[in-house]
């Protein structure tokens, strides 16, 4: 229950749109450090907090778990109202319930499954940048235990300058929009449209009240994580200088 709602009521719940994407990246941090004693050794003040913030870019393309296999007709998952997942579409009387294999073999990306960023029509796919650039802001706080070893905890917001990074941001693409895009070819449009609206129940194909916006182009996307580390600082040994006298 939801706000008091059965689950299985909530419109965007029903549309059934997820992704996965491995993010791979490099980024520079300016860090600020806040000592309570700036001339106090670290591990006789024991705490001490950070903050920092940088930019980075970074790597990575959407996918999702839509087929039992290869990417084919024969392979599609199909929404039930009853909430399971079927081998045949609604209605069928051999219907074999499934559950999703977890491999996210569908690259979001190499399909049309929405509107042209802007909110204008377009009979081509657009191809997004799996590059991606991002902002991290954090702050921590570390404990010093001895001389060598610290505990701490940090909580990292990234931010990003794009609402590509799970392939949902505009309006659904129209069965027109999707129909000139693979044109001649029905089973290329058949996947698309499962694509861009897996369970069915997020588009009749059609600019109607029925269709609900698929994403908000006005929001970037972003994602946040908590971290808790072990830190051991290794004693390093003096360097040996040799001289030469002349």
């Known amino acids: 229950m939801i706000a008091g709602k059965d689950v299985s009521e909530l419109r965007n719940y029903k549309r059934g749109l997820s992704f996965r994407n491995d993010l791979v990246g490099l980024s520079t941090h300016l860090v600020l450090n806040a000592y309570r004693e700036p001339y106090q050794p670290l591990f006789q003040q024991r705490f001490f907090a950070y903050f920092y913030v940088g930019i980075g870019v970074f790597y990575g393309r959407p996918k999702a778990d839509l087929f039992r296999g290869e990417p084919g007709l024969d392979n599609m998952y199909y929404s039930w109202d009853d909430g399971t997942l079927r081998d045949k579409p609604r209605g069928e009387e051999d219907a074999q ?58 909580f990292a917001y990234y931010s990003f300058f794009t609402d590509q990074l799970d392939n949902v941001s505009e309006r659904y693409a129209t069965y027109d929009e999707i129909a000139q895009a693979y ?21 009749d194909g059609t600019p109607s009240l029925y269709t609900s916006r698929r994403g908000n182009p006005g929001l970037v996307d972003a994602y946040s994580y908590l971290s808790f580390e072990v830190s051991y600082k290794f004693k390093r040994r003096p360097s040996r200088r040799s001289y030469v006298s002349l």
């Open 97 to 154: 319930v499934v559950e999703l294999d977890g491999d996210y073999e569908t690259d979001l990306y190499s399909y049309m499954t929405q509107a042209a960023p802007g909110g204008g029509e377009r009979t081509t796919q657009v191809n997004y940048s799996p590059w991606h650039i991002g902002v991290p802001l954090g702050a921590g706080i570390r404990y010093m235990v001895t001389k060598k070893v610290s505990l701490g905890v940090e």
């Open 183 to 203: 044109p001649d070819d029905p089973d290329a449009q058949q996947i698309a449209r499962y694509v861009s609206d897996p369970t069915g129940w997020g588009t």
